[in-house]
């Protein structure tokens, strides 16, 4: 689903390295791109060699994609800090996998902090997308070509092994057309009839750091302006909201299904957006919701996004189950059905 | 059949049935116990591949870390305890790919550990994809019109670096791959034993029969000091060769180069700190 939304997003230069469980999203790039005949697939040495081939594609104007699963990701993390760094568009598929270390092939969501908090080093963000269904694979894909242009700034596409691994029927956005694309006046496309271009991260002066650091913090705070997005549901007359994003997200909307047919008010706050995290959205909720349940599959990653989007004024309640292990929607409802019962909701 | 010391009894092992491995764990542990390597002075690392879980399947010290790292792992768990045996094992997306740049230092640096690659000519783990030995034309779900690029030649690279010992044995032929095994862990110095592994299930093309047919072993007389010769035989032979290519005795081991150990061979974790000494240098550089 992510390769061919890529595709009709105009992804024109794909470089992977085998890993489970995001082997399908390379095997349909090598085909696509040899279908379309005007993209480039690359299967390259190491993880370390496709992100900074992205690099060279990108700058030389290309719409550019990688994707790995976790450990792979860390080993990407040097190109994307050089990618903020120089501005680059790029996309960057993450399949979350169990961890840390080699973990295993199951789904997980450990890679939160990796992801939101830039991974690699410097004074960087990463635009965060996070998926529920094959549906929004397809539709964040394209979003996400679009972000890293407009912003000239890698996107991550945060998924996992179940993502990774789901069919579901999916309408695909009508491709464009990569002519009619706008003009990159930076890319390195040859210097005749004008001078030389270079992109660069080495800047030796201080006063040109900061100058850089205080473009790039300018650029974040006009994309956390803009892009923040969130999904609500059945939170209009909620005592009682759950916080999931991706997979977790649509356990977490089995559970809201189970629960209000038991007659609890309780709805579901899904982020699509990680970073920029939709804050303002959630303290519109918590206007009328005064505890929140947060359910990732790690041991709490994104509850500290949405501790920090409350100030401290709500109850915020953590579930999680790390390592790959993936709850049921039974389990989560009756997470809320104790945790409803115990804050005394039912008599609001 | 008997139990030897370096076998696990009942356990999972998660190749196919048929797979190369298989001959290369047996030849592997009867190699070392006619070495009298004792299990607990052995340490195996290994990287991530179906080849980097043979040592999940022998009873001794095991290391099992990152994708394409077990050879910096072996140097330094020689350097820090130069009384055991090392042995960094894994296939050739591991060692080639993933791992070939620590790959190409270590044949610079020496260290005297044994570098045991299991060369399929494909990524078998990841369900098929070319690996950097993987013949050109080689088709699969991912190389769709077949492989471009060059076959990573391991031998020629080792020989040109000049590699202290270089070898190529077959998965098929127990007792030459077990003969070659116990060379190589007897050599003091950094030792590649390439070891050709028929996949069973995901390449079609270089199979046991394939093999069979296109490799052959250095004749008797074949001296493996001739460094030129090696290097010829590893590029322009018409079949690919088996056996011991080259050997280099005179090179210094990587562990011989560091201080601590010039006059005696003790772990670095069993030693005392000399604290006059220590004291003595942190006072000697006082300013006040």
Known sequence: MIGEAAIRAGCRFYAGYPITPQNELTEYMARSM????????????????????????????????????????????????????????????????????????????????????????????????????????????????????????????????????????????????????????????????????????????????????????????TITREIPKAEKYMTDDAHLAVIAYGTAARIAKGAVKRVREMGLKVGLFRPITLWPYPKNDLR????????FLVFEMNTGQMVEDVKLSLEGKSNVHFYGRPGGTISTPDEIAKMINTLYHRQNLEEE | MKKGPFD???????????????????????????????????????GIGQAAKTPHYVRTNVFNGLHGRAVPAATAIKAANPGLTVIAEGGDGDMYGEGGNHFIHAIRRNPDITVIVHNNMVYALTKGQASPTSSIGFKTPVQVRGVTEEPFNAIAVSVALNASFVARAFAGDHDQTKDIIKKAVSHRGFALVEILQPCVSFNKVNTYQWFKENTAYHEASYDPSDRFAAFKRATEAEKMLLGIFYVNPDKPCFEDTLPPYYKETTPLFKRRIDGEKLFGLIDSRRRV
Not at chain 1, 284 to 291: A, G, N, T
């Open chain 1, 34 to 221: 040899d279908n379309i005949e005007d993209g480039t697939f690359v299967q390259a040495e190491s993880e370390i060699a496709a992100i900074n081939m992205v690099i060279g594609a990108s700058m030389a104007g290309a719409r550019a994609m990688t994707s790995s699963s976790s450990p792979g990701i860390s080993l990407k993390q040097e190109g994307i800090s050089f990618l903020a760094a120089q501005e680059l568009p790029a996309v960057i598929v993450n399949t979350m996998r169990g961890g840390p270390g080699l973990g295993n092939i199951a789904p997980s969501q450990g890679d939160y902090f990796q992801a939101t908090r830039g991974g690699g080093h410097g004074d960087y963000r990463t635009i965060v997308l996070a998926p529920d269904s094959g549906q929004e694979l397809a539709d964040l894909t394209r979003t996400a070509f679009e972000y890293a242009d407009k912003y000239r700034s890698p996107v991550l596409m945060l998924a996992d092994g179940m993502m990774g691994q789901m069919m579901e029927p999916v309408v695909f956005p009508e491709p464009i057309d990569v002519s009619l694309l706008p003009h990159k006046p930076w890319t390195l496309g040859g210097a005749e009839g004008r001078p030389s271009r270079i992109i660069l991260s080495l800047l030796l002066n201080p006063a040109k750091q900061e100058e850089l650091n205080w473009k790039l913090e300018r650029k974040y705070e």
């Open chain 1, 284 to 291: 519109d909720l918590s206007r009328h919701i005064r505890d």
């Open chain 2, 8 to 46: 696990m009894g009942q356990i999972d092992i998660a190749w196919c049935p048929g797979c190369g491995n298989f001959g290369i764990l047996t030849a592997l542990k009867g190699a070392l116990t006619e070495l009298g390597v004792r299990p607990e002075k052995l340490v195996i690392a290994s």
